[in-house]
Structure formats: structure tokens, C-alpha cells
């Protein structure tokens, strides 16, 4: 991939990002759908948290992209390999599945209807859908180096675990769930729901490792 090619994906992608954080602050002030933000904000959303990562990691690899000297070497270069390889891959890629599974079943679950009228459509797809293609497009842009396994998988339980904290302190805090759906969990039933999220984006990371190595195997035999 040639550099004029990757500088202009990682600007254009950050720019993408930092255009759609911009249009949901904006929304700050403005008359809310019953339920939405109520203590903490968007802040206690994965979306948007997701969000703020895929913008942080793409404007590091920008500015990474625009530096002279050995940029593969470079301590941003091992920020943007750390943060897309353990986060951005795997956590972009399982705020996609994990809500678009849940809408085809149920969208009062995870995204209620009243909320078209706060966030229209091209919004909605920009937070759920255009991450899975900009993930991959960096896959196929350049070789990330990836953290042994274990320490990868160390990273993303903390916070996993942290995350699930900040939703059950938000419960406990005003008795709202951050989404609907978990409200119609037993406590046995959350501890199991939970389980299987960790699950699915241990095995997003994986693929991600998997889809690195096939990419870029001829590389790495150079």
C-alpha cells in the first residue's frame, strides 16, 4: 500500500469520526427522547465510546503517517498497533454484530423507535454500520504488530470488566439500564449474557490477528 494511499485513508477516517462525534454533541441541549442520556450522558454508551476510540486511534496513525523517520518504529506506531489490534478491531467489529443482531429481533431491546426522530437514519448506520468496513479497510492499509496473545486478552478483560461496572453503577445510581434489553435478564441470566460478549470479542480479536497475518504474510516473509 503506497504511503500517499494510507495517509489519505487514516485522514479521511479520522476526520469521519471526529465529523459524527461532532454532529451527536451538537445534539447536547436539545429536546431528548424519554430515557436517552439520563445520568452519564452519552459517556455510558459503547457506541459512542466506540466512537472516540476508532477517532483517537485513526488521527494517532495520521500523525503517525505524517511523521519523517522509521514510522514503523515509532512510539505512535505501537499506540495505533496496541489500541487497534486489542480495541479498535475487536470492539468496533462487536458493537456492529452484537446490535444489529439485536435489532433484527427486536429494536425496543437496544434501539427504540422514538429515537428516529433524534437521530435519523445516516446517524444511526454511521455509529452501527460504516465501522465494519473501516476496520477492515485498515486491516488491507497496513501490518499492525500484535501484543502476545495473553496480554491482549489481559487488556480487554479489564475492560470489559470496567465497562460493566460503569453500567451497574448507572442501574444502581437511578435504576435505569443503559440498554433495555437487560432489563429482561434474571441476575444469573446477566452474569451469562455478559460472559458471552467477552466471548464473542475474544474471538473478534482473533480474527483480527488471523485476517492481520493473511494480509500481510508476503510482507512478513520479505
Known amino acids: 500500500m503506497t504511503s500517499a494511499v494510507?495517509?489519505?485513508y487514516h485522514i479521511s477516517a479520522f476526520s469521519w469520526y471526529a465529523f459524527i462525534v461532532n454532529c451527536l454533541a451538537s445534539k447536547d441541549g436539545e429536546d431528548l427522547p424519554a430515557g436517552i442520556f439520563v445520568y452519564g450522558g452519552p459517556w455510558k454508551y459503547l457506541t459512542f465510546l466506540n466512537l472516540l476510540l476508532q477517532m483517537t486511534l485513526f488521527g494517532l496513525a495520521a500523525v503517525n503517517d505524517l511523521q519523517p523517520?522509521?514510522?514503523?518504529e515509532s512510539t505512535l506506531k505501537k499506540c495505533n498497533d496496541f489500541l487497534f489490534s486489542?480495541?479498535?478491531f475487536p470492539v468496533g467489529m462487536f458493537v456492529v454484530l452484537l446490535f444489529w443482531t439485536i435489532f433484527a429481533y427486536d429494536r425496543e431491546l437496544v434501539y427504540p423507535a422514538?429515537?428516529?426522530s433524534f437521530f435519523p437514519p445516516w446517524i444511526n448506520h454511521a455509529m452501527h454500520t460504516f465501522v465494519l468496513p473501516i476496520s477492515?479497510?485498515?486491516v488491507l492499509v497496513q501490518p499492525h504488530a500484535y501484543p502476545q496473545r495473553k496480554h491482549a486478552l489481559a487488556a480487554l478483560t479489564v475492560v470489559g470488566l470496567a465497562y460493566l461496572s460503569w453500567i451497574l453503577w448507572v442501574y444502581v445510581s437511578v435504576g435505569v439500564w443503559v440498554y433495555p434489553l437487560l432489563g429482561?435478564?434474571?441476575p444469573?441470566?446477566?452474569?451469562?449474557?455478559f460472559f458471552f460478549n467477552m466471548s464473542v470479542v475474544t474471538l473478534l480479536y482473533m480474527l483480527g490477528e488471523k485476517l492481520n497475518n493473511l494480509a500481510w504474510r508476503k510482507d512478513k516473509a520479505n
Do not use: Y
Open 69 to 72: 523517520g522509521k514510522q514503523t
Open 136 to 138: 477492515l479497510g485498515e
Open 184 to 186: 429482561h435478564f434474571s
Open 86 to 88: 486489542v480495541f479498535g
Open 188 to 193: 444469573s441470566g446477566l452474569a451469562g449474557f
Open 114 to 116: 422514538s429515537i428516529d
Open 6 to 8: 494510507k495517509i489519505a
